[in-house]
């Protein structure tokens, strides 16, 4: 049995596309798994505080699938927890990345009204991962994220296992393409020690 745990970007939620996407190859094409996708917070140290807690709970091999600002929040929690994680066009800097955007925002989702504040801003900033270990990653890119630059993201993570998809975009319409290597990575993390 293999657990994966999907944590989502930014004013998103479980019924992302590609959440979905992956709950349902998974569902079909590796039936012994089980897949977890939380409502993530908001408010970035809430959504952190959240999913530790639920990787407490979890298999030490449970493999961590980020989209986003989820693949920021994947990466700090693989790297601290020693889990291996799937990041999907990740937020490099998102405190820097937020901060352009107004205060007020409304999640399409789920339509909770919220305000991002210096709160949110500093918890980003205090879980920045310096140092990627190359062995623990797996990165996917969009080489025409409309989000994102891709390119910071490929330099962040040098030396880390990394798919670039030539033209797509930050929703990344191929993600399904990586779905089948995905039992193959989560294996992986249980012969690591």
């Not at 091999?61 to 927890?81: C, H, K, N, V």
């Amino acid at each position: 049995m293999t657990d994966y745990l999907y944590l989502h970007g930014f004013n998103s939620s479980p019924q992302s596309l590609k959440a979905r996407e992956t709950a349902d190859w998974l569902g079909k094409h590796a039936p012994d798994s089980r897949f977890h996708c939380p409502a993530l917070s908001v408010h970035p140290g809430e959504a952190i505080a959240q999913s530790q807690a639920l990787i407490a709970a979890l298999p030490q091999d449970t493999l961590l699938i980020g989209s986003s600002l989820g693949g920021f929040y994947a990466a700090w929690l693989a790297q601290t927890l020693d889990r291996r994680a799937v990041l999907i066009n990740p937020a490099i800097e998102p405190h820097l990345d937020l901060a352009r955007l107004p205060a007020e925002q409304t999640n399409p989702y789920t339509g909770e009204h919220y305000r991002l504040d210096e709160a949110d801003m500093a918890a980003l900033m205090a879980h920045r991962l310096p140092q990627p270990d190359q062995d623990r990653f797996w990165l996917v890119l969009g080489s025409a994220d409309e989000v994102l630059d891709w390119r910071r993201a490929a330099r962040h993570f040098h030396g880390c296992r990394q798919t670039v998809f030539n033209g797509d975009d930050h929703r990344l319409q191929r993600w399904p393409e990586c779905l089948p290597a995905l039992p193959a990575f989560a294996a992986t993390s249980r012969s690591t020690p």
